[in-house]
Structures are given as structure tokens and as C-alpha cells.
């Protein structure tokens, strides 16, 4: 019975359509309760200005940084509790699971990838204020018409970033062989035993911590607990953004995007019941730096092969990878804050901030809200259809060459014997 | 593990990022004939939700998927 259950939800990975309905519920609940959206690029932003104090730069007088504030440390605001929770849950999550391996990249094609993907992303992120957390999977819901402007704009750059990634000089290089069934070693099952053990250590120490920081402060206690449970989630269901997006274009597949829609739909109601009990939605400029921002970063996130969410959990099951992406984020991000001045005026400040329930009023926002959602998903499922449909003429366009061939082979046959047989 | 599945063909993915896995996979596919059986054995885990899925959309028959540590093996027929 323990095994069994040991085995379906501590091993084998969750299903991802769940998960990101429950990451929706749960993102609207801390929403509620911190006052602030499920995010992480802000402070990833801020980490590299803490790096930057440390040479002794002065990044605390940048603008970007009045905007987003640098007071502090992460420990003192709640996206950084929410974070370090994040990650422990993460590890928490790959320790029970043993998806633990240092998976080095296979070439260095794919480290320069990561770094450059990596640094689009960061710096398209930080442009239009959010990545796929706070500019799309939580900002929708918050009803900010900057959101909206993202993600289709963030689709598109996929779409350039997926052939980018396709081109022959990127391919992998594994080669088809015959035969099959390797043996898989074994994992040592003492090591099993104890990287469970130590899981559930991670785990604990977690949310002792937590439940520490809630004495000083309930609010930073909170986001950090349910920062473990965002981590929990994202890995054990392997969550990822940027395969929902990227997918559509590369090989049909919706399954992510659509449960990313849904997720979407039930945070909706839930953000839009606290901001009629009173809170205000976070709204940011619906401007030019959206869109600018948001190509950007659809080309980086699938050049480097996940976001900023993605990375996270992907760098602590030890692929290293992935390291390199967090880095080019976190350097993306920086010098977008460095430059700021000079495309924030032209780009983003002089934009007004649209909220859709102040432009079409409470309801009409919400009606809105879930109209546009709706037909993203039919969008999605238009595109499946046209996909599959291409997919099958091509298929077919191919078996009549095929046989073209064969006839043609037929016909030059005869010939062919001919000439050998003069030869001999 | 059903004995009785002989794979054809077998593709060893390791240390790659998505999308790599899953586009290998469905590129050796279309060069399997009708009936054979491709095994895919990855270190990839974001695969999970990638390689079966995509194998069912493009109408093969997925025979096995399984965990072993942080490999994953999946048996793919044509």
C-alpha cells in the first residue's frame, strides 16, 4: 500500500494537466494571501544587482531598480522566500524521485545555446515586465492588458525560435542503431533509500524555515510554504512553458498548452473575486516594450530550451544545461535594468497601464478575460487540426514519389541489364 | 517488461534538451517500416511528457514507457 503510493507520487512523474490547474488555484490563493503575484524573473533581476553590489557598483540608483526595489535581501521580500522555497521544493522533489544525475550538455554548441538563449530571454523578459509567470500565466489573470500583448507576442517568437533551434547545425547528433533493449543499470538501491531519506530531510528543513520567517512576518512565511509547493509541482510534473508554446510549432502537440489555458481560466475567477473584495490588480504599461519584449523572449526561451521557470528545477536534477541558461537569465536581465533609461521613456512609461476591468468595467473585463481565453483554445485546436491535416498530405505526397520511383526503377531496369551485361 | 518485444532499431539520447529528444524520436520513426518497434532510452525528463504523447498524435503505437532512475525507456511501434 505505502509502496504503491511511495511509487505514484514521490517516483513516477504527475500528470501535467493537473498540476497546472492546481499551480492556477494556487497562484490566485497567494495572490490573496502576499499581495503579490507567483513570479520569479523580478528577482532574479534583483540577484544580479546584488552580484553587482558585491564589485561595488551601485545598481540600487538605477531606475529599473527604484521601480522594482532593491531593499533588503531575499529573505526580506517575498519573491525571494518565495523562490528559495521554490528550490527546496524542487530538490526536495528530485532527491525522492532519484532524478538526480549530472547530465553534461554534448557539445558546446548547446552551452553557447543556453547562455545566448538564456540572455535574450532574460533581457526580453525584463522588458516587458514578466516572463511566462508574471506576463502571462499569472499576469492574465490579473486582468493587465500588457499580459495579453505578451503572449501572443511571446507565441510568436517561438514560432522564429523553433525554426531557429531546427536548423541542421543544432540537430542532435544521437544516431539510429539496430537492435535494442539495453540494460538500464540498476540504480543502487542504498542510494535510493538514502536520496528519499534525504528528500524528506530537504523537505522539513524547508518548512521549518518557513514556519521561522512566519514568526517575524506571516506573509513572507506563507509565500515561502507555498513557494515548496510551487517547486513540488513544477517538477515532479516536469511543467513547462516553453514546450507548450514551442511544441505547437515543432511537432503538434497542445496537450501543455491547453492545460495552461485552463489553469489560467479557474486563477481568473479567483483573482477577480479579491480584487472585487478590494485588492488592485497588478497593471503595468501595455506599450511597445510588451511586444518588443515578449518576441525576444519567445526567441530565447526555445533557443535555450526552457524559461525561467523552466530552468529552475531542470538545474537542480543536475543538467547542467541548464545552469547556463540560469546564468544568461540572470545576466539578460541586468543589463536590461543597466539600459533601461534609455528605452524605458519611448517604450514603456509613457504607455498607459490597461486594466481590462477599468476599460470594459468589472464584468465586461471578466467576460472579456474569458472570451479571449476561449478563443486562444480554439486557436489551439485550429492550429492542431492544420497541423495534423499537413502532416498527412505530406505523408501521402510521399508514398506517391515513392512509388513514382519504383516505376521509374522499373523502366531503367532492363536498360541497366543491358549495359552490365556488355560490360561482361 | 513484456518479453516478448524485440525492438528494431534503438536511439540513445543523453544530455539533450528539449525539443532534441522528442524530434530524434519522431525523425527515426518515419524511417521505421510498418510494424517494427524503435526504443528510445533518454536521461531527458521533461521527455516524460513529450515522446509518448507525440508518438500516439502521429499514430504509432506506444508499448512501453518506463522509469528507471533518471533513464527513461520508451518502445514505439510503427
Known amino acids: ?424 | 517488461m513484456p518479453a516478448s518485444i524485440v525492438p528494431d532499431y534503438n536511439l540513445e539520447i543523453y544530455g539533450e534538451p528539449c525539443p532534441y529528444p522528442a524530434v530524434a524520436t519522431l525523425e527515426a520513426m518515419q524511417s521505421l517500416k510498418a510494424g517494427e518497434v524503435l526504443e528510445v532510452i533518454t536521461d531527458c525528463s521533461q521527455s516524460i511528457n513529450n515522446i509518448p504523447n507525440d508518438a500516439k498524435n502521429y499514430g504509432y503505437e506506444v508499448l512501453e514507457v518506463s522509469q528507471q532512475g533518471v533513464m527513461l525507456r520508451f518502445l514505439l511501434k510503427k
Open chain 1, 1 to 424: 500500500m505505502w509502496l504503491t503510493f511511495k511509487n505514484q507520487f514521490f517516483i513516477k512523474f504527475w500528470s501535467p494537466f493537473t498540476a497546472v490547474i492546481a499551480a492556477g488555484i494556487l497562484s490566485s490563493y497567494f495572490f490573496g494571501l502576499t499581495g503579490s503575484l507567483w513570479a520569479v524573473t523580478g528577482e532574479f533581476t534583483r540577484w544580479g544587482g546584488h552580484v553587482l553590489q558585491w564589485f561595488g557598483a551601485e545598481p540600487e540608483t538605477w531606475e529599473y531598480f527604484k521601480i522594482i526595489g532593491l531593499n533588503g535581501t531575499p529573505l526580506d521580500r517575498v519573491g525571494g522566500v518565495m523562490i528559495i522555497g521554490m528550490f527546496g521544493g524542487c530538490m526536495a522533489a528530485v532527491l525522492w524521485a532519484n532524478n538526480l544525475k549530472l547530465r553534461m550538455p554534448s557539445s558546446k554548441k548547446r552551452i553557447a545555446q543556453a547562455l545566448i538563449g538564456g540572455m535574450i530571454a532574460g533581457f526580453g523578459a525584463r522588458l516587458a515586465m514578466g516572463c511566462n509567470l508574471a506576463a502571462f500565466f499569472t499576469g492574465i489573470p490579473q486582468f493587465t492588458l500588457h499580459a495579453w500583448i505578451f503572449a501572443f507576442a511571446a507565441a510568436a517568437g517561438t514560432y522564429i525560435g523553433a525554426k531557429i533551434t531546427l536548423m541542421p547545425f543544432f540537430r542532435s547528433s544521437a544516431t539510429l542503431k539496430v537492435g535494442g533493449l539495453k540494460k538500464i543499470p540498476k540504480p543502487n538501491p542504498n542510494q535510493v533509500q538514502n536520496r528519499f531519506r534525504l528528500g524528506w530531510l530537504v523537505f522539513a528543513a524547508m518548512v521549518a524555515l518557513s514556519l521561522y520567517i512566519m514568526q517575524s512576518s506571516t506573509k513572507l512565511g506563507i509565500a515561502m510554504l507555498m513557494g515548496i509547493i510551487f517547486g513540488l509541482l513544477i517538477e515532479r510534473a516536469q511543467i513547462c512553458f516553453t514546450s507548450a508554446f514551442r511544441d505547437m510549432w515543432i511537432t503538434g502537440r497542445t496537450h501543455m498548452a491547453k492545460a495552461i489555458i485552463l489553469g489560467m481560466a479557474v486563477s481568473v475567477i479567483g483573482i477577480y473575486s479579491y480584487v472585487q473584495l478590494g485588492m488592485t490588480p497588478k497593471t503595468l504599461w501595455a506599450g511597445p516594450n510588451a511586444v518588443i519584449g515578449g518576441l525576444l523572449f519567445g526567441i530565447g526561451i526555445v533557443i535555450a530550451g526552457g524559461c525561467e521557470t523552466g530552468w529552475m528545477y531542470r538545474a537542480l536534477e543536475g543538467q547542467v544545461h541548464f545552469w547556463w541558461v540560469g546564468i544568461g537569465n540572470i545576466v539578460g536581465a541586468t543589463i536590461l535594468a543597466y539600459y533601461w533609461d534609455v528605452v524605458a521613456e519611448p517604450l514603456a512609461t509613457n504607455w498607459d497601464k490597461v486594466n481590462l476591468l477599468d476599460l470594459f468595467g468589472p464584468l465586461g473585463g471578466l467576460g472579456v478575460t474569458y472570451l479571449l481565453l476561449g478563443l486562444s483554445f480554439v486557436l489551439i485546436l485550429v492550429w492542431e487540426l492544420h497541423f495534423f491535416n499537413k502532416q498527412k498530405s505530406q505523408q501521402q505526397e510521399l508514398v506517391a514519389k515513392l512509388a513514382e520511383l519504383k516505376v521509374a526503377e522499373l523502366k531503367a531496369a532492363p536498360a541497366a541489364i543491358a549495359t552490365s551485361a556488355t560490360q561482361a
